[in-house]
């Protein structure tokens, strides 16, 4: 697993008493050590002091672990120097990726989001420890969020890291369950990682999939594929299902996602008809994402060749659908299979 950290020091560790800077280096450098040790690599952009990442970086490196560190930096002569620098306080050469310059010299801003994007790009899981709100750090948050990448945010020092925690805390409440709580004490940062493994984990393995008399599926699926949702609905209803959907009566903003968020939360198993519309849909990622938060029944019948994009959804059940035929036929031998 690669893990990527950002962060820093907050505006907010001056009024929280004990969470100085000291303190915030320290668990840095313990969080380096834990990922080294559970035999993970680790990403960072930063070669500067002001950052979390060199003190990751260090800890990392103190514990002989078998993995690398992976920097990504602006290829500029100023980056450069202090990288190489910094390099010379470690026992073993970091793996460095250069990224092109954008701008001049005296402003990096965009050079440094790119750093951040490939970074993001190959990481698994993204961790964040302070760093200040309206920086660097808020950006990469907001981004990571939106390309819906696992993130980690540590609470404890405030900052970027503490907002985000605030946003997305019932979503990892799903996944971690009471872990959650770990990551408002400085002194559990260190369980961080196995958090973070637990996070990208797939969902456990379940039972097969049920579908029968007295049984309840939620139908995910995009607009543009009405035509295939109501047969699916009709196959699934002529076996006894309940089906909940987005019908025409469930229309609204808030009330309408919350109508279909309680549909997902009562049924017993999730059907997705993927396609290129729904890989494409916030609503629909959204669904699926609540599903697999919450570890349900998962069929996915593919409409076309659009690949399962959602990366906890790879490897699950699917069926083939790409005609109405291929949909019949794959739905009735899930009924016969789903026997006792």
Known sequence: MQIFVIGGATNDQDRLAGHGHDLLRSTAMKLGEEIALAGHDLIVCSPFEISVDVDVARGFDLANGHGHIRFHIPDQDKIEDCFQEFKTTLKA?????RHPLLGTEDSSDYSWLLCHLRALDNCDVLVAIGG?????????????????SPVLPVPCFGGAARRTFQEVRDSLELRLRDDVELLRHPESVP??????EALIAPPTATKPLRLGPGSHAFLSYAHERMSDAD????LLRRQGVTVTRDEEELKGGDLWRQTLSDGIATADAFVALWSQEYALSEMCWDEIEQALDRKMQILIITLDATPVLPRRARGMQVLPGSTRKEIRAALLNEFRSGRP
């Open 132 to 148: 200040k709100e309206g920086h660097a750090a808020s950006l990469l948050l907001e981004l990571a969020r939106a390309r819906r």
């Open 231 to 234: 047969l699916v609905e009709t």
């Open 191 to 196: 369980r961080v990682v196995a958090l973070a």
């Open 93 to 97: 050469a970091p793996l460095v990726h």
